[in-house]
């Protein structure tokens, strides 16, 4: 697969996280700055979905009434859910997405999010053969999908659709040999079938941008000025057979820094190499929960449980013996669901890209509550 437009960074501007503004709706103003900034730099990538809250019509005020529709090129998605398992809701979605993007069509489209629990909804609505009909039509111009499983399911996918171009894939030093992501063996499968990787989740939904305690050290021994966030991003781009790198910016600031070591990007050398390692093994003898907070877990939860925010709670008080956990708990599930509120229907379960235990997990968060 070629690139409609050549990405010179490889850098991609992920749409998830975006800055909000103190009643909770995204800051439109700060979007457009970081997409300038992007684009000055020589960045085209964005990334956006149908599942991701005011995202699509922020990026058309931000960028697709601001820019030439042939200087960047935009990825949107379209998610299949045992929660709305109907075939004409499903399909419509890239209709809103279009309408809320006003971006005419998509450069990159994805089948998303797909993992063991839910790869099947995407056979029974005809999904694949939807997406070659959407290219044809002219709405998309490359598809693919993002995936959330073992390598054993990848390689099924990609020898039952060799047609698909591209693949999106959890990869960073933390999951790099992690056995419930497999991100190593996941890249070299895609690299074996010929399919350019999009790497989402290169600082881990933000754990890698601000680490544990034991990861900090071993980066702040190195001394050389760098944030946390660009030893995630530097592991990632260095690898090969990628298209993009999304990260998931979320102030102007996270977008001035990532740009001022990817403009004139930089291989880790040997001694970084030895620090990623080290950081590596401080983060698999670490107890936190690896949450990432992209709260696909609560868009279904029958009680409204705050569960990536609960999970923060558990890990800052792992973090510092002096937080104070419960006051910080019923600021959290204020007005919300609490932890004991679990009646263990496990749809958090099924969603979770990061396969997390999260009804045990919750059992072990009650604590809060006495």
Known sequence: MTETIQNKLKLGFGLMRLPKLEDGSIDVEQTKQMVDLFMEAGGTYFD??????????????????????????LASKLMASDAWNDEETTKNEIKVSLERSGAGYFDYYLLHAIQRTNYKYYDELGLWDYVKQLKEEGLIRHYGFSFHADPELLEELLNKHPDVE?????????????????????????????????????????????????????????????????????????????????????SLEQMKDNLSFVKDFTPLNEHEEEAIKQAQAAIDADKSIPCTACHYCTKGCPMNIPIPEIFTVENRKKGSPEFRTKREYVIVTNGKGKASDCIQCGQCEGVCPQHLPIISLLEQCRQFED
């Not at 149908?50 to 990026?59: M, V």
């Not at 190593?184 to 989740?201: L, T, W």
């Not at 690898?239 to 993009?244: H, I, R, T, V």
């Open 48 to 73: 956006t979905a149908f599942a991701y809250p005011g995202s699509e019509e922020a990026i058309r005020k931000a960028l697709v009434e601001r820019y030439d529709r042939n200087s960047y090129t």
């Open 166 to 250: 591209f693949v999106q894939l959890q990869v960073n030093y933390a999951d790099w040999e992690n056995p419930g992501v497999q991100s190593r063996r996941n890249m070299e499968i895609c690299k074996a079938h010929g399919k350019p990787v999009v790497v989402m989740e290169p600082v881990k939904g933000g754990i890698l941008a601000d680490p544990i305690q034991a990861v900090k050290e071993i980066f702040d021994r190195e001394n050389n000025g760098m944030s946390y966030a660009s030893w995630a991003l530097r592991f990632v781009l260095e690898k090969d057979n990628l298209l993009a790198v999304l990260s998931g910016m979320s």
